[in-house]
C-alpha cells in the first residue's frame, strides 16, 4: 500500500522515533534545523530514518515499506538480487511510486525503471536515482537510499511549488551490485553502451541460469538490451545520492558530501602452483606449498597499499585439492586494489606482484598473474561539480567537502555519455555491504533536502 504525500494515518504506533526540533511548519531552508539541538545525531537502527516533515514526510512511509523486502530473517541483511523475487518486489514498489505521484512510468530496454515528470522528448532532463538491488546481505541503505531520497526530493519541491522549466526523472538502475552475475552496473553498461549484448548474453549466475533467461523469467523482454544513445542525449545532467562507503564525512564532521572522482580499480588473479603432497609424510624442506607464497603475498598487499594511501585486499580465494590433510597443489587468490590515482594504483599492485614472485621463488612455486577487471580513474563533471556546490554552498550553515570514494557506481559509469554528479550522506559506522552500513535520520533528511535544493536549482526556473 502506497501512501500518499504526507499520509500518516497509517503508520503503526511504536513505529516512530521523535523527531528533533520538530515543528508544525515545513522550513522551505531547512538544514539549520537539520542539527539536532544536542548536537549529536540521534542514531536508529539500521532501518528506521526520520521522517521529513511536511510533504517530504514521504520519506519515512517509503523506507518503512521498503524495510522488509529481501531482508534475510537471521542475518538483517538484504539478499535483492537482480531479477529474482526481492528484486521484482522492489520493482513493484518503484512502479507504485511512481503512479502514486501521477509520473509516466517507463522500462527501458535494459530493463532500467524510469518515473519521468515532463516530457522526456523535450531534452536537457535532469535525472536522479540509484539502485535497488544488493550484494548478498547488504545493508540497507546502498542503493536505496538514493531512489527512496529522489522521491522525497521530488516531494519536497512540490512542496515549494517549485516550477519545473526542464523534464525530471527518477531512475532505478537494474543489477548495480553484480551480486548474481558477477559484473556490477549491468543496467547503466548495457545503456552507455560498455557492455556489448553479446557479453551481456555470456552473463551466466551460479546455477547456469544466464542473464537473458533470469531477465525473461522475471517478465522482462531479453530481445531488447543494447546501447540507448537516444535516451541519454536527453539527459542534461544524472545526479545520484548514496549512502558514503567510508568515514570521510564522519571524520571531516559533515551531512553530505559531493563526489570529485571514483579512484581508479581493478582485480587480479594470482595463481600460485605448487605440488600436492601428505601433510603428514612429507618433510617441510620438501614441500612446494603455495599456500605459503599466498600468505606472505597478503601481508605484501597491505604493506604496499599502505605505503601508497591505497587499499588492496585479498577477499576470495580458491585452493585444491582443498583437503585439510593435504599440501595444496595450487592456491588462487584473487587481489582488488584501488587507489586515488593511476600512479599509486600501479606502484600497489606492481609492488605486490615483485614481492609475489619472489615469494613464489623462494618456496619452489609458480606464479601466473592475471588482470581480470579494471575501470581508470572516473572524473565526474567539473562544472556539474562547482553547480552542486555553488547551489549547496547557499546554505551558510552546511559545508559540503568534495570526496573521493573507491566505490563504483552507475553514475560513474555514465559519467563517460553524460555530465554526472554524485551526492554522500554521511555513513557514520564508514561499513557498506553489511547489515551495518548506516545513516543517521537526520542525515538522511539533510542528504533529501541537499538533493531536493540540487535539483531545483537544476531544473527549475
Ligand atoms: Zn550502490
Redesign the pocket.
Known amino acids: 500500500m502506497i501512501q500518499e504525500q504526507g499520509g500518516r494515518g497509517n503508520r503503526p504506533v511504536g513505529d516512530e522515533v521523535s523527531s528533533p526540533g520538530a515543528g508544525p511548519a515545513v522550513p522551505t531552508r531547512p538544514h539549520s534545523q537539520l542539527r539536532s539541538s544536542g548536537g549529536t545525531p540521534i542514531a536508529l537502527r539500521n532501518d528506521c530514518p526520520q521522517p521529513v516533515r511536511g510533504q517530504g514526510g514521504s520519506f519515512h512511509e517509503m523506507w518503512r515499506e521498503l524495510r522488509p523486502i529481501g531482508r534475510h530473517p537471521d542475518t538483517g541483511g538484504y539478499r535483492r538480487f537482480a531479477w529474482t523475487g526481492a528484486d521484482g518486489e522492489c520493482r513493484e514498489w518503484f512502479k507504485a511510486q511512481t503512479e502514486s505521484r501521477g509520473l509516466t512510468y517507463e522500462v527501458d530496454r535494459n530493463g532500467n525503471q524510469w518515473a519521468w515528470l515532463g516530457d522526456p522528448a523535450q531534452g536537457d532532463a535532469v535525472v536522479t536515482g540509484?539502485?535497488l538491488d544488493s550484494v548478498p546481505d547488504g545493508g540497507a541503505f546502498?542503493?536505496p537510499l538514493?531512489v527512496v531520497s529522489s522521491f522525497a526530493a521530488l516531494d519536497e519541491l512540490r512542496h515549494r511549488n517549485a516550477r519545473f522549466t526542464k523534464p525530471l526523472a527518477i531512475v532505478n538502475f537494474g543489477d548495480?551490485?553484480g551480486a548474481r552475475f558477477g559484473l556490477a552496473c549491468v543496467g547503466s553498461r548495457l545503456t552507455a553502451g560498455q557492455l556489448t549484448v553479446e557479453q551481456a548474453h555470456r552473463l551466466t549466475d551460479g546455477d547456469g541460469v544466464t542473464l537473458p533467461q533470469a531477465m525473461e523469467a522475471a517478465g522482462y523482454d531479453p530481445g531488447a538490451i543494447g546501447p540507448d544513445p537516444e535516451r541519454l542525449a536527453r539527459i542534461g545532467a544524472f545526479v545520484e545520492l548514496?549512502?558514503e562507503?567510508g568515514r570521510a564525512l564522519d571524520l571531516s564532521g559533515d551531512r553530505v558530501g559531493i563526489a570529485g572522482a571514483i579512484w581508479p580499480h581493478g582485480r587480479w588473479r594470482f595463481d600460485f602452483r605448487g605440488e600436492a603432497n601428505h601433510a603428514g609424510t612429507t618433510r617441510l624442506v620438501d614441500r612446494r606449498d603455495p599456500m605459503l607464497s599466498y600468505a606472505e603475498t597478503v601481508l605484501a598487499a597491505r604493506r604496499e597499499a599502505q605505503l601508497a594511501g591505497a587499499v588492496a585486499t585479498f577477499g576470495k580465494i580458491a585452493v585444491e585439492p582443498n583437503g585439510v590433510n593435504a599440501i595444496p597443489s595450487l592456491v588462487r587468490g584473487w587481489l582488488d586494489s584501488r587507489a586515488a590515482d593511476q600512479t599509486s594504483l600501479d606502484a600497489v599492485v606492481g609492488g605486490v606482484e615483485k614481492a609475489a614472485r619472489e615469494y613464489a621463488a623462494a618456496h619452489g612455486v609458480d606464479l601466473d598473474v592475471v588482470r581480470e577487471s579494471f575501470t581508470p580513474v572516473v572524473e565526474f563533471d567539473h562544472a556539474l561539480r562547482d553547480e552542486l556546490a555553488r547551489i549547496l554552498g547557499k546554505d551558510p550553515d552546511l559545508t559540503v567537502p568534495v570526496l573521493g570514494t573507491g566505490?563504483g557506481?552507475?553514475a560513474g559509469i555514465l559519467s563517460g555519455s553524460i555530465p554526472t554528479a554524485m551526492l554522500f550522506v554521511r555513513n557514520p559506522t564508514g561499513v557498506s555491504h553489511s547489515p551495518a552500513e548506516f545513516a543517521a535520520e537526520d542525515d538522511c533528511v539533510a542528504g533529501v533536502t541537499a538533493l531536493a535544493d540540487v535539483l531545483e536549482g537544476l531544473a527549475c526556473s
Do not use: C
Open positions: 540509484s539502485h546502498d542503493g538514493g548495480e551490485e548514496h549512502v562507503q566505490a557506481h552507475d
